[in-house]
């Protein structure tokens, strides 16, 4: 007997058990192959993570690797195990021989190095360092040749993170695959016909989903199961999009980065590159400018020493022996004036000062180099002018010659010109205008923008035909900005130089304005006279650890009159002070040498201090710098003198502190 219905019960039974293991299959397929692109994508990813991090640790250690500096190259590979899933990093050199190393997994790090298989473990990348091409040309650096390999870096990435992502993904896919097979079944046991239409619909776009196809909606405007489950695919299909959209701009912000840091590192190289290159330039011209006249020193000093020559020869000898002894030490007074104005401790004393006065003064010293050359130097005056301004005549002095100076060597033929102006004299603001004015070689535009750069001239060549250190304009631009001015330039190569300083005159109130030639003639100086020489009477104790400048600090001392006695450094120093107090022959004053060895200066200074003695001490030292004379004070020294030896200079501060109140004088200092 055949029941109504069983047929179609039965055929929808088939047709659903049909169409489930179609669906079953179907979601398999499509599960399995989410579940590959997802293990793909992760383990792209993965690698992408870990590429990064070693061509970023390449471009990083490309310079130290060239070197050899394993200390950066140490820091270098500690910095990278920051980066996320890094285990461990090796920087090998050309021959793979390990320059760096470091690791958080120092089994994985020792299993890698034996050669054992840990790809299961983790992802490994190795990445070439090759020298990067460079804008300058270096040939004799010895660093190599541009795009040579000059070592290699390893980057190991933990996998254990991708690998709980890839199960995670794996089971949200199977979990996903079954709700929907169960969801289909119900499906297809009530509605075959509609239903299958439907679900082949949903089967398409999961095939899309499956090929990575996610900007197609799904849309199904049914409230069944089928619509319900469309709109669950709809949801996967757009957490999907997000993803993939978020790791596309992860990617892209990784490029970015990458990016960012490789032109940041390119700029470092650069300028580390023109850095050295400033500093061998730098180191070059002052080898020549202090070993030029050394070299004259050190060879009439020889002649001085084995040759039969006349005394009009040999006074010839000590004068070019003194001359560039004074150019040496011009450097280096250079150098410190530097080192003060950048340290801010540049200071200047403002007082009124004869402007026309001073130019001529510096003229009439500067006219027998111009006439050496065959050059005239001129002086201009352009009326009216002030008699007298308030500034600083030491710094200001030091600007014109610095000026006239240069601008003398620069020119071979013509005439150097000195102009003095003032601009806005019946206004409020007066400025005084000192022009410097040269037929030399003029400038270029590139070159006016670094003339002011201290250590720089024009060029190198400019350098090797004309000496000098660089340093001239640096000082006097700044000396000029101290004292609320500036100095400006214009120049035109093979034609000339202007250089103009501008100064603020100060208050002109009660100042006579000047209106003609007459009333600027410079007023004759005085002639100079030799000072007396102080005469010395007591006993001093010289600390001083050089053999040469005992000799002659001491024959000084001697010569004045003092009785002196000589040690080599501050504890002897100590042990002779208090072997003259035993012998009740004290000593009246100390000459300390602030760096010996055993115990300098400073430390025998403080003990005396820390005793009670009251004997004057003066500071005797090499050092310049700003700051060093209140460091000698701080330490109880009661005054402070420096090498080169000021012969006058020296017996004058002895002698004021030999004086009968001279330990009223010590007890008062700092």
């Known amino acids: 007997m055949n029941i109504p219905g069983t047929r179609l019960t039965g055929l929808r039974v088939k047709a659903t058990l049909l169409l489930l293991l179609l669906v079953v299959a179907v979601q398999t397929v499509s599960a399995t192959i989410t579940i590959i692109e997802t293990n793909r994508r992760l383990a792209l990813e993965q690698r992408v993570s870990a590429e990064s991090v070693a061509i970023s640790l390449a471009q990083a250690a490309e310079l130290s690797l060239a070197v050899g500096d394993r200390t950066e190259l140490d820091r270098l590979a500690g910095g990278a195990l920051r980066q996320s899933d890094t285990v461990f990093v090796f920087l090998l050199d050309s021959a793979q021989r390990p320059m760096a190393r470091a690791s958080r997994d120092e089994e994985l790090a020792g299993a890698y190095a034996r050669g054992e298989d840990i790809s299961a473990r983790a992802v490994v990348v190795e990445h070439a360092v090759t020298i990067a091409p460079s804008d300058l040309d270096l040939p004799e650096s010895g660093h190599g040749k541009s795009g040579e390999i000059i070592g290699r870096v390893v980057v190991g990435q933990s996998a254990q993170g991708m690998h709980a992502a890839q199960r995670a993904q794996a089971l ?3 979990s996903t695959t079954l709700v929907v097979i169960s969801i289909l079944g119900a499906a297809v046991f009530f509605g075959v016909g509609t239903w299958t239409r439907r679900l082949g619909l949903l089967a398409g776009a999961s095939e899309r989903i499956a090929h990575g196809q996610l900007h197609e909606p799904i849309t199904d405007p049914r409230s069944d199961e089928i619509g319900r489950l469309a709109r669950a695919f709809e949801n996967m299909r757009v957490a999907l999009a997000q993803r993939e959209s978020e790791r596309q701009q992860f990617s892209q912000t990784l490029q970015l980065q990458i990016a960012e840091r490789t032109h940041d590192l390119q700029g470092a190289l650069r300028a580390a590159e023109g850095a050295a290159l400033a ?7 002052m080898s020549h400018e202090i070993r030029t006249p050394m070299t ?10 084995t040759s039969d020559a006349s005394t009009i020869d040999r006074d010839d000898y000590l004068r070019t022996i003194r001359r560039n002894g004074d150019h040496l030490l011009n450097i280096i007074n250079d150098i410190l004036d530097l080192s003060k104005i950048e340290a801010g401790k540049m200071t200047v004393e403002l007082a009124r000062c004869h402007v026309c006065q001073l130019v001529a003064e510096v003229a009439s010293t500067l006219r027998v180099r111009a006439t050496g050359k065959g050059i005239k130097l001129l002086v201009e005056h352009v009326f009216p002018l002030p008699q007298t301004i308030e500034s600083d005549p030491l710094r200001l002095r030091q600007i014109v010659v610095n000026l006239v100076g240069n601008a003398l060597k620069f020119t071979e033929t013509g005439a150097v010109r000195i102009r003095v102006r003032c601009q806005s004299l019946d206004q409020g603001s007066p400025r005084i205008m000192l022009d410097v004015i040269d037929s030399g070689i003029g400038l270029s535009a590139p070159q006016i923008a670094s003339l002011f750069t201290a250590f720089s001239q024009a060029d190198g060549s400019t350098t090797r035909k004309y000496g000098g250190t660089g340093l001239g304009l640096a000082i006097s631009k700044r000396l000029a900005e101290i004292l609320g001015g500036d100095i400006t330039v214009s120049s035109e190569p093979g034609v000339g130089s202007v250089f103009s300083v ?5 208050s002109l109130v009660g100042v006579p304005i000047l209106t003609d030639a007459s009333s600027a003639a410079p007023t004759a100086p ?19 650890d050089g ?3 005992q000799r002659l600090i001491g024959f000084l001392l001697r010569k004045a009159g003092a009785e002196v006695t000589i040690v080599g450094h501050g504890r002897l120093a100590l042990e002779a002070f208090a072997a003259a107090r035993e012998e009740n022959r004290p000593f009246d004053l100390i000459l300390m040498d602030m760096q010996m060895p055993e115990m300098d200066g400073y430390e025998a200074t403080r003990q005396l201090r820390r005793a009670g003695e009251t004997i004057p001490v003066i500071a005797l030292t090499a050092h310049a710098m700003s700051g060093d004379r209140d460091k000698c004070l701080a330490v109880g020294c009661s005054d402070y ?5 000021d012969r006058a200079r020296l017996l004058e501060t002895c ?5 009968p109140d001279a330990a009223a004088l010590a007890l008062s200092s700092p």
């Open 172 to 174: 949200g896919t199977l």
């Open 279 to 285: 500093k061998s330039e730098f180191l070059a011209n």
């Open 296 to 305: 004259a020193i050190l060879g009439y000093a020889e002649l001085l020493q």
């Open 502 to 506: 501008v100064l603020p005159t100060g």
């Open 526 to 544: 005085a002639k100079a006279v030799a000072p007396a020489l102080a005469a010395l009477s007591g006993r001093i104790l010289l600390a001083e």
């Open 547 to 549: 053999p040469d400048n």
């Open 641 to 645: 003198t420096t090498k080169p030896i």
């Open 655 to 659: 002698a004021r502190w030999l004086r």
